[in-house]
C-alpha cells in the first residue's frame, strides 16, 4: 500500500467561483510532488484546538511534512518582534509544534520545507534569524512578491540531505528569515553566502528539513526519501 503523508496547511481567506470565504489552502505543487515520490497526500487544516487533534492524526499516516508558509511568532523562541516579521498566526503555529511532538512520540518521519525547517528548530528550542538582509545584505533568496530567488547550496557530503540530492544543487527559495540556532539538529547544508538550508537528525529516523522549496522544481529526491521512510 502507498503511504499516507499528511501536510499541514493554511486556513486562509480565499476567493473562486463565486465564493469568497474562509478555505484550507495549499499549492497543488506539494500534493504533486508526494504523488509523484509514491504517496498518498492529505491535507491537516490546522484545528481550534490543535492539542486534542495531533496525536489521533499522526497516529492515522505515515509520514508528516511541515510546509512553507508565514513567520513563526517570534515569542514561541522568546524574541521580539521585528518590523519585517509577518503578524502572529497563533493557531498555524501550535498546530504544528502539536504534531511535531505527537510525531516524536512515535518516531514518524518528518520533512520540513521552508517554513517547515524553521519551525522544526523552533520545536527543538532553537531560533531564528528575523530578517536575512539584515544579516546578509542581499535579498537574493526572496527578491519580492510571489517571485523565487535561485541560490546555490553547498551540502554535507555525508549527510542523509546529501544522499538524497547530491552534494550541491541550485534550489528555488523564498524566504526572508533563517534559522540561528538549532539544538539537537545538525547543519547538512549552506547557501554560498552562509545562510543555513537544510538540516537533520542523528540516528535512524527520516527527520530533517531544507529552507529551499523542492516542490517547486519537481525535486524528487526528498520526497523519495521521505515516502521511502513512511512506507517502512
Known sequence: MKPVIGLSCYRNKA???VWDTEAVLLPTTYTRSVELAGGIPILLPPPQDPGDHADAVVARIDGLII??????DPARYGADR???TDQPGG?????ELALLDAADRISLPVLGICRGLQVLAVHA???LQQHLPDQLGHQLHSPGGADYGTVEVIVEPKSRVASLVGDRLQVSCHHHQAVAEHPGLQISARSADGAIEALEADGERFRL???????????????????????R
Open 15 to 17: 476567493q473562486w467561483g
Open 67 to 72: 510546509t512553507g508558509g508565514p513567520d513563526v
Open 82 to 84: 521585528h518590523p519585517q
Open 91 to 95: 493557531v498555524r503555529d501550535a498546530w
Open 125 to 127: 528550542g532553537g531560533t
Open 209 to 231: 528539513g531544507v529552507q529551499w522549496h523542492p516542490e517547486e522544481r519537481d525535486d524528487a529526491g526528498l520526497f523519495g526519501g521521505l515516502i521511502k521512510a513512511a512506507a
